[in-house]
């Protein structure tokens, strides 16, 4: 048998030789200087050899990493071989050629490798019922805060440390709020890999709570004072034209801010004041029809004459084609100082809120939100649109954002007959 010093020692001739170890292992020492293992065995009564790897000594303080590391680059200590030996004449006694164990093991793992979290990502997406801007914006956010991370990596091979980074990244560059939303959508990429086995776990799980919890108060309903500083202040704010206007229609219809950016021209009849969503824009898959105040019909009119002739209503700036992008109001209100204090969802908050303490009915309300009927009875039952009472209660909402806009000294928002 091979002790590691008669094959450290070991010196080339001008010819290939062979030191035996025993059980068909034995060290190749080439003209070269090369040490190879190689492990002789029988199959089918056929003799084959299986190259194991070269033969290097472990250096001193090598940790199981660097030893790890050095083992896939294919050299192997005398133990070591002696391992690998055992290994393939493990699989020899099953009729399995080691040769060819080997190779479908490198085509399995380079397959692997090529599923990156990038591409189960796209497929994740595809797999989404939502509109075609939804996913570009979420697709967007992958792009920006996650796939430069682990976009590239094999999905079964990114682990808790990895998210960790994103989320701890993400945070600190782009705020809380996206920091939860890559959070989830990589867990839903995650969860896909799990179910189609091309990841074991996954890997959000372990630190899905290492975020601290936004302790900002952007969705909270506005005060009076708050809801006029702010239109004042976007107001003053130099921003593109269908920013402003995007921005105003979001408050006089309190629709979605998804719904209001993505809105076509298609949508709406300005001579009946009525603006039709689709179902396929509708969060709950339902067409939305909203009564438009007299000052939205106006701001509309007027936008007709900038945007009239593009299907968007607030087209993108480098992008015609396609609507404005999700985050334009954020970068505004980030502009003016409102980022923190004020998110565009809180709008509807606000608009509920003050339209209950007015005393109008919640059905309105609800109806205007285009919430769901939490009652089950009532939602088969109840397919009331109340479009001409919610066209007067959004007429004296409109009307109270102008006076409070300007300043005036409104004590309470009286609901009007």
Same mark, same amino acid.
């Given at each position: 048998?091979?002790?590691? /010093?008669?094959?450290?020692?070991?010196?080339?001739?001008?010819?290939?030789?062979?030191?035996?170890?025993?059980?068909?292992?034995?060290?190749?020492?080439?003209?070269?200087?090369?040490? *190879?293992?190689?492990?002789?065995?029988?199959?089918?009564?056929?003799?084959?050899?299986?190259?194991?790897?070269?033969?290097?000594?472990?250096? %001193?303080?090598?940790?199981?990493?660097? %030893?790890? +590391?050095?083992?896939?680059?294919?050299?192997?200590?005398?133990?070591?071989?002696?391992?690998?030996?055992?290994?393939?004449?493990?699989?020899?006694?099953?009729?399995?050629?080691?040769? +060819?164990?080997?190779?479908?093991?490198?085509?399995?793992?380079?397959?692997?490798?090529?599923?990156?979290?990038?591409?189960?990502?796209?497929?994740?997406?595809?797999?989404?019922? #939502?509109?075609?801007?939804?996913? /570009?914006?979420? @697709?967007?956010?992958?792009?920006?805060?996650?796939?430069?991370?682990?976009?590239?990596?094999?999905?079964?091979?990114?682990?808790?440390?990895?998210?960790?980074?994103?989320?701890?990244?993400?945070?600190?560059? &782009?705020?809380?709020?996206?920091?939860?939303? *890559?959070?989830?959508?990589?867990?839903?990429?995650?969860?896909?890999?799990?179910?189609?086995?091309?990841?074991?776990?996954?890997?959000?799980?372990?630190?899905?709570?290492? @975020?601290?919890? &936004?302790?900002?108060?952007?969705?909270?309903?506005?005060?009076?004072?708050?809801?006029?500083?702010?239109?004042?202040?976007? =107001?003053?704010?130099?921003?593109?034209?269908?920013?402003? /206007?995007?921005?105003?229609?979001? #408050?006089?219809? $309190?629709?979605?801010?998804?719904?209001?950016?993505?809105?076509? #021209? +298609?949508?709406?009849?300005?001579?009946? =004041?009525?603006?039709?969503?689709?179902?396929?824009?509708?969060?709950?898959?339902?067409?939305?029809?909203?009564?438009?105040?007299?000052?939205?019909? =106006?701001?509309?009119? *007027?936008?007709?004459?900038?945007?009239?002739?593009?299907?968007?209503?607030?087209?993108?700036?480098?992008?015609?084609?396609?609507?404005?992008?999700? /985050?334009?109001?954020?970068?505004?209100?980030?502009?003016?100082?409102?980022?923190?204090?004020?998110?565009?969802? =809180?709008?509807?908050?606000?608009?509920?809120?003050? $339209?209950?303490?007015?005393?109008?009915?919640?059905?309105?309300?609800?109806?205007?939100?285009?919430?769901?009927?939490?009652? +089950?009875?009532?939602?088969?039952?109840?397919?009331?649109?109340?479009?001409?009472?919610?066209?007067?209660?959004?007429?004296?909402?409109?009307?109270?954002?102008?006076?409070?806009?300007?300043?005036?000294?409104?004590?309470?928002?009286?609901?009007?007959?």
């Amino acid at each position: 048998m091979l002790t590691d /010093a008669k094959c450290r020692t070991a010196k080339p001739q001008a010819t290939p030789y062979k030191l035996p170890d025993g059980q068909g292992l034995y060290l190749e020492v080439k003209p070269n200087g090369v040490k *190879a293992w190689r492990y002789r065995f029988k199959l089918a009564d056929r003799e084959s050899t299986f190259a194991v790897g070269n033969y290097g000594a472990a250096p %001193a303080g090598e940790t199981q990493d660097s %030893a790890q +590391a050095r083992r896939d680059g294919g050299t192997f200590t005398l133990a070591e071989a002696r391992e690998e030996r055992a290994k393939a004449r493990g699989l020899v006694k099953q009729g399995i050629n080691p040769a +060819a164990a080997r190779q479908l093991e490198r085509t399995k793992q380079a397959q692997a490798n090529a599923i990156t979290f990038e591409s189960v990502a796209g497929e994740w997406l595809a797999l989404k019922d #939502w509109t075609e801007d939804t996913k /570009a914006r979420r @697709l967007d956010m992958l792009k920006r805060v996650v796939f430069p991370k682990i976009g590239a990596l094999p999905v079964g091979q990114v682990t808790p440390a990895h998210v960790l980074d994103v989320l701890n990244t993400s945070a600190k560059d &782009n705020g809380p709020a996206v920091a939860v939303e *890559a959070r989830r959508a990589m867990s839903g990429v995650f969860d896909l890999a799990v179910s189609t086995l091309r990841a074991a776990t996954d890997p959000v799980h372990p630190v899905r709570k290492a @975020l601290p919890k &936004n302790k900002t108060q952007h969705k909270r309903a506005l005060a009076a004072e708050e809801i006029g500083q702010l239109l004042r202040d976007m =107001a003053a704010h130099p921003v593109r034209h269908e920013t402003l /206007a995007a921005f105003r229609l979001m #408050w006089f219809t $309190l629709a979605r801010p998804s719904e209001v950016i993505e809105a076509q #021209w +298609a949508e709406f009849d300005l001579d009946a =004041a009525i603006w039709r969503i689709p179902a396929e824009r509708m969060k709950l898959r339902k067409e939305h029809t909203i009564p438009l105040p007299t000052q939205a019909v =106006a701001l509309l009119r *007027a936008l007709q004459g900038v945007t009239g002739h593009q299907a968007h209503l607030f087209p993108g700036r480098d992008n015609r084609t396609k609507p404005m992008s999700g /985050a334009t109001f954020r970068q505004a209100l980030m502009t003016i100082g409102w980022s923190g204090r004020y998110s565009p969802h =809180a709008t509807r908050t606000t608009g509920s809120t003050r $339209l209950n303490e007015m005393g109008y009915t919640s059905d309105w309300i609800e109806r205007q939100l285009a919430h769901a009927e939490p009652n +089950a009875v009532r939602r088969t039952y109840n397919h009331a649109e109340y479009l001409s009472d919610r066209a007067k209660m959004m007429q004296s909402w409109a009307d109270y954002l102008d006076r409070i806009k300007t300043g005036s000294n409104v004590v309470e928002f009286r609901r009007t007959a």
